[in-house]
């Protein structure tokens, strides 16, 4: 009657660092990172400058709303206090 279950719980993956200095479970044998070196990104200028104007373009919008929203504040600011 009873099936046994497959279990699906993942206990590998990590989503935070738990390996804290000073709590009882600290090793200090373990590597930050996994033990995963960071990598150099190994780009061309040209593609440095592609990725800065790619943030820039995607950052630009929100950056220009909120000058827009502060020189309206500072019109109606203006407005209200000049009459």
């Known amino acids: 009657m009873s099936k046994k279950r497959r279990d699906d ?3 590998t993956t990590t ?3 738990m390996n804290v ?3 009882r479970w600290y090793d200090p044998t ?3 990172n996994g033990g995963r070196r960071k990598e150099k990104l190994n780009v061309t200028k040209k593609e440095y ?3 800065v104007k790619g943030m820039f373009l995607a950052i630009g919008p929100y950056i220009l709303g909120a ?3 502060f020189g ?3 019109g109606l600011a203006y407005l209200w206090m000049s009459s």
């Open 67 to 69: 000058v827009l929203v």
């Open 30 to 32: 373990i590597k930050k």
């Open 49 to 51: 400058r592609a990725m």
């Open 9 to 11: 719980l993942d206990t």
């Open 72 to 74: 309206l504040l500072i």
């Open 15 to 17: 989503f935070a660092d």
């Open 21 to 23: 200095d000073g709590l």
